[in-house]
């Protein structure tokens, strides 16, 4: 079975929608996502696109600050300066990569934690890490979790997921969640032994490693759910065209396992409508 992403990220900004709209007559606040993008990464400006058309879809504000690759850290941080203490913005986004004379921890830092609907501020991850409800969590990892439960209902507790990646934006608050959904909870990274025996335990198999198709079909459980995080580009030798993969092994891997999050079309469309999520939550939190 493949699990649609595009449509749950599609019910989830419709339901977002609703909220957003009641939230607006009783509160008389309208939600504001503030983005601001450093330099000219064409992929980065791609990604606040769709960010700032999504946020105007689902009726909140969406403001957009650009600043020149040449900012200095000083600029950045003096603007989410003005941005934290000013009252009409409920969720900073900094889009990252940063240029590289910029501090990505430094800047992250420097963003309100009531206004971090990325999650990433120490505060956040501190606070999911002690599973209290007021974290502002990770837009992507929430997506993984609401596709598992898509296909396996709300109750998750005593699977076992394996998450294969450990950075602090995909695999260590995944694996968290999956903890907090009383899941058995393996992190397997680049220094795992026998990494094929350890997804082979898994009955959720989460792949965040950054590796085209590197998940194979001898390393996942019959029957398994497998959610593709990955996003990788490759070159068709023979055509020159350039097509989207993720993590796994997708055509082999679907023969075995029970479902499957397809690349594109599966985690990523859930990552933008956690953010307006995010930011619908901090804007509640604000009123
Ligand atoms: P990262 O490079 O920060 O982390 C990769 C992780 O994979 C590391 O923890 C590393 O230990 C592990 N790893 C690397 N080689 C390995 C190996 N041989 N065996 C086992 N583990 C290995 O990457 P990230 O930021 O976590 O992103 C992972 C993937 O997810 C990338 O393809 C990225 O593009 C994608 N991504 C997608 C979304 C989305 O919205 N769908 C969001 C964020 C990241």
């Given at each position: ?12 900004r419709?339901?977002?929608a609703?909220?957003v ?9 309208t939600p504001n996502l ?15 696109r769709n960010k700032v058309k999504q946020t105007i879809e689902v009726g909140m504000i969406s403001n957009e ?211 307006l ?11």
């Amino acid at each position: 079975m493949i699990i649609d992403g595009k449509q749950a990220a599609s019910d989830l900004r419709i339901a977002l929608a609703e909220e957003v709209s009641s939230f607006k007559k009783s509160k008389g606040i309208t939600p504001n996502l503030t983005v601001v993008l450093v330099g000219d990464d064409p992929a980065s400006h791609v990604y606040v696109r769709n960010k700032v058309k999504q946020t105007i879809e689902v009726g909140m504000i969406s403001n957009e600050i650009r600043l020149p690759a040449s900012a200095s850290q000083a600029e950045l941080l003096s603007q989410l300066t003005f941005l934290n203490s000013d009252n009409a913005v409920h969720g900073i986004l900094v889009q990252l990569p940063l240029p590289s004379h910029i501090d990505e921890a430094v800047v992250i830092g420097a963003i309100n934690p009531e206004k971090d609907v990325d999650g990433f501020h120490a505060m956040n991850s501190g606070r999911l890490l002690n599973g209290e409800a007021d974290a502002l969590v990770p837009c992507t990892p929430q997506g993984c979790i609401i596709l598992a439960k898509q296909h396996l209902g709300d109750d998750l507790s005593g699977k076992h997921a394996v998450v294969i990646g450990r950075s602090n934006i995909v695999g260590k608050p995944v694996a968290l969640l999956f903890l907090q959904e009383n899941c058995t909870v393996t992190v397997a990274h680049s220094h795992t032994k026998n990494l094929a025996d350890v997804c082979l335990q898994a009955d959720i198999l989460v792949a965040a490693v950054g590796r085209a198709e590197f998940v194979k079909a001898g390393w996942v459980k019959k029957g398994a759910t497998v959610i593709d995080v990955g996003i990788n580009r490759l070159v068709d030798e023979s055509t020159g065209k350039a097509r989207l993969v993720g993590d796994v092994d997708y055509a082999a891997v679907s023969e075995v396992c029970g479902a499957i999050t397809p690349v594109p079309g599966g985690v990523g469309p859930m990552t933008i409508a956690c953010l307006l999520r995010n930011t619908l939550e901090a804007a509640k939190r604000y009123g």
